[in-house]
């Protein structure tokens, strides 16, 4: 039976393969989320009667925060849901006519059930204080209705609750962002939103240096089986800071509130990577402690690469032909120690460490054949080792005062350095003989401290005013050189190339408010503005870099309308985006003679105006989203790419203020509550972009480009619960051609499937998973050109995968009602580029990321 089950889970998602969007009333929180509309659980009727309520121990008499409210009606079928708020009060409204009963849960307490509630149109039912008791014994949280949402709609921002991905377990947050309507991964990692790189990506609502140098680098190592929910935010409020064209990347972790000593152990093996985890936490009374350590092998990473280009400079013509064989490996950690402590009852203070470390390798052999007008053809070929290493840590203290429910003081600080080592060696060989050896070595240390207050208070019932300043304080320092060996062996540095370093003051003044605004009609609009100004002090071995100091005002404005189970919101902001050190740095990355690229010292912040509209419908047990944007940046910071004046056949490429980007798109999404056990889903992403900029014309002279198409993308998902602990999952991507400045980037796909059973009562579990296991690899196919160059670029990355994970938790648990905990600073202000490797040209050079 057990097989039978299998098969059919099996022939169930490979029929659809389609991600789960379940729905459930939550039993913790300080929100009250309904559940999604359109799934089994958004069963609410609507009406305008009303129940209400409060919750107290019956022991203390203290009222229970947080507390389950299921509301079933006379047939024992689940109708709505909340959560107590912090003074254990409760609210069911727009109830229609009719019998009901209530239950009400929480761990360690028994539940008590309310019979015999007749509602009639307009009343409101008062149930007065309810008193629960004490129950040791039962330790299980009840389960009222499904799971919680896959998918949530906010006002400013769209919520994947990525905890039920049961095909997460042993791989990474790219894993996950994958399957976050509106974004976009690579196979390299490096994540767009509505086909823009320009994002700002938070761990807890808080930045990280471990961000900075490279996003798809830092990603790979938060373990997927961590993350808690991840929150895209389009439309960002003048809350948060001027950054991020694109928008904003929220990663939430997942936290512990229980009282007593716990202990969870992850592990996973594969055939390209393995993963081992212990999180554990003690809590007693007003004081908790966490410690954690994920680690995470990479192995069997291999990269074949093809590569054909034609460039001329002063009339010769030089044809490049190289291929490329390469593997990776790495070892990836992240550590840390959390500490909170309830001052008073409406006091917390929080503090925490975390240490994150990076050591990636790769290895590339180059076979290159230069066909030059009027010369022989010359072979050579060119070993690559290339590390790219980093140690990260963050320190933050945080404090908050809540007076009473939505007004709040808080203080927050942090305190956040990264060192980083990007280098390579390279073997050069020509008749299989070793002629040359070549080292580059990059060092970089990005260090900051932010302090930041924030406060809000509300006004009357429906208004909200917030208000708060920040201050940060960077510090980049890159030091590169280039070295070429004597016939002894020994290094020397080299003449054309000399040593350098780019030091790089950044230092950020900030304030803003805002105001949101309901009426009785459910019309909500949320304004607010925000002034950054910008003090840049930079260097280089050569003297002061001519990028002076600016300022910015940042204006938002968000609206939505709800009637008739449809929602409108309409949104615009202004955003800037500040260059990041790999745009800056001035090393000379060379580590495939053939595509070089080096920074622009000099490059100055781009602007965006976004404006979007977005629809959203239930329509009987399915959810529609759509939402319709334009982005339009002017002095965007674009990629140029031209022949080398001194190395032949070689591409440079660089970075220069140089463009303009207009974006007009859609983005629709749609869940399908089949069953309150399976459920499917699908998203599509469609927008026009149009690119202009200038480059270097035949004569010397510069000249206008352009490019312009359609990028589409889009993906469907399946989740499907069965009894007994069984559980199945699947997932499918598809990428479609994306448009660049010079050329095109070839699409790709992406496909996954899994399968868990938990056991004891959920405290273990194990799943297997694979990816993309019906093909043997993916070729992106990347064409560029221009009037002096074109390039032809493949790269087949061998992706595909399979892993078994196992999870166990230790430790007996109670659960005392969690308390709010002290906010902390969230920097979202700067530029980070995602990891690329174009061409055949291994990692190397680069560096940290001033923000």
Not at 528 to 551: C, K, P, Q, W
Not at 585 to 597: D, E, V, Y
Request: no cysteine; net charge positive.
């Amino acid at each position: 039976m057990k097989m039978l089950r299998i098969l059919l889970v099996f022939s169930i998602l490979a029929s659809s393969l389609l991600s789960p969007a379940f729905a459930q009333f939550p039993a913790t929180g300080s929100s009250q989320p309904k559940a999604l509309p359109g799934t089994a659980g958004d069963q609410s009727p609507k009406g305008s009667a009303k129940i209400t309520g409060s919750i107290v121990d019956s022991a203390s008499s203290k009222a229970i925060e947080f507390v389950s409210i299921a509301l079933y009606d006379k047939a024992n079928k689940a109708i709505d849901g909340t959560v107590a708020d912090e003074k254990g009060k409760f609210t069911l409204n727009k109830l229609a006519a009719g019998d009901y009963k209530v239950l009400i849960s929480f761990i360690g307490y028994t539940n008590k059930t309310i019979d015999n509630i007749k509602l009639s149109k307009g009343q409101e039912v008062d149930l007065g204080t309810i008193t629960l008791g004490s129950n040791t014994k039962t330790l299980n949280e009840v389960t009222v209705t499904g799971q919680a949402a896959l998918i949530e709609e906010k006002v400013d921002r769209l919520v994947y609750n990525a905890e039920k991905d049961i095909t997460a377990k042993g791989g990474d947050a790219t894993d996950i962002l994958r399957k976050v309507p509106l974004l976009t991964v690579d196979l390299d990692g490096n994540v767009s939103l509505r086909g823009s790189q320009n994002i700002r990506v938070l761990i807890n609502n808080k930045p990280s240096t471990i961000i900075a140098n490279s996003v798809a680098d830092a990603l790979k190592q938060i373990p997927a089986d961590q993350i808690k929910s991840v929150e895209v935010i389009t439309s960002p409020s003048a809350k948060y800071d001027a950054e991020g064209s694109g928008g904003i990347i929220n990663i939430i972790t997942k936290k512990n509130s229980l009282q007593g000593l716990n202990l969870n152990i992850d592990a996973g093996v594969g055939n390209r990577g393995s993963m081992l985890a212990l999180n554990g936490g003690y809590r007693k009374g007003k004081a908790g402690f966490t410690i954690g350590g994920f680690g995470r092998g990479m192995y069997n990473t291999i990269t074949k690469t093809s590569l054909e280009q034609t460039s001329t400079v002063e009339n010769v013509t030089t044809t490049t032909r190289q291929t490329g064989d390469g593997s990776s490996h790495g070892l990836f950690g992240n550590y840390n120690l959390g500490f909170d402590y309830d001052i008073a009852k409406n006091q917390s203070l929080t503090a925490g460490v975390k240490y994150g470390v990076r050591n990636f390798s790769n290895q590339q052999d180059l076979v290159t054949r230069l066909m030059k007008t009027g010369s022989t053809d010359a072979l050579s070929a060119r070993n690559v080792a290339a590390d790219n290493l980093s140690g990260t840590v963050d320190v933050n203290v945080d404090y908050l005062h809540t007076f009473k429910p939505q007004q709040e003081w808080s203080v927050s600080t942090l305190y956040s350095r990264n060192d980083l080592t990007n280098d390579f060696d390279a073997d050069i060989f020509r008749e299989k003989e070793l002629t040359s050896r070549q080292r580059n070595l990059n060092k970089s240390i990005n260090q900051e401290f932010t302090f930041q207050s924030d406060y809000q208070t509300p006004i009357k019932k429906n208004q909200m005013l917030e208000f708060g300043g920040k201050g940060i304080f960077r510090e980049v320092k890159s030091k590169y050189s280039f070295l070429i060996a004597e016939p002894t062996g020994d290094f020397r540095p080299e003449t054309d190339q000399p040593a350098g370093d780019l030091t790089y003051h950044q230092n950020i003044a900030a304030a803003y408010s805002s105001y949101t605004y309901t009426t009785k009609k459910r019309y909500t609009l949320k304004g607010g503005l925000r002034y950054e100004h910008t003090f840049i002090d930079a260097s280089t071995n050569e003297g002061m870099v001519g990028v002076g100091n600016y300022g910015v005002l940042v204006p938002s404005v968000n609206a939505s309308k709800t009637f008739k189970g449809t929602t409108i919101k309409l949104g615009y902001n202004r955003r800037i985006q500040r260059p990041g050190l790999q745009q800056l740095n001035p090393n000379f990355n060379s580590a495939n003679p053939q595509n070089i690229t080096i920074g622009n010292p000099e490059l100055r912040p781009e602007l965006t105006n976004n404006y979007e509209l977005g629809l959203s419908k239930n329509i009987k047990k399915t959810y529609v989203n759509a939402t319709f944007f334009g982005r339009f940046t002017n002095n965007a910071i674009s990629q140029v790419r031209q022949p080398s004046d001194t190395l032949p056949g070689a591409i440079v490429t660089t970075y220069e203020n140089i463009g303009k980007q207009h974006a007009y798109g859609a983005n629709i999404f749609a869940n399908i509550a089949a069953t309150s056990k399976i459920n499917f889903g699908v998203f599509a992403n469609v927008f026009y972009t149009k690119l202009t900029g200038q480059t270097l014309g035949q004569n010397g002279l510069s000249q206008e480009i352009y490019n312009d198409g359609v990028n589409v993308s889009g993906g469907i998902f399946s989740q499907a619960t069965f009894g007994n602990g069984w559980g199945a999952q699947a997932f499918g991507f598809m990428q479609g051609q994306q448009i660049q400045l010079q050329g095109k980037q070839g699409g790709f796909g992406f496909y996954t499937i899994g399968v868990k059973k938990e056991f004891a009562n959920k405290k273990a579990s194990l799943g297997l998973a694979a990816e993309n296991f019906m093909s043997k690899r993916f070729k992106m196919h990347t064409e560029l050109t221009s009037l002096q160059f074109n390039q032809v670029n493949d790269v087949y990355l061998y992706n595909r995968g399979f892993r078994l994970t196992f999870t166990y938790k230790i430790g007996k648990m109670t659960m005392d009602a969690p308390k709010r905990k002290a906010k902390s600073v969230n920097n979202d202000d700067v530029k980070s580029e995602g990891g690329q490797q174009q061409g055949g040209g291994g990692q190397g050079g680069g560096g940290n990321t001033p923000r």
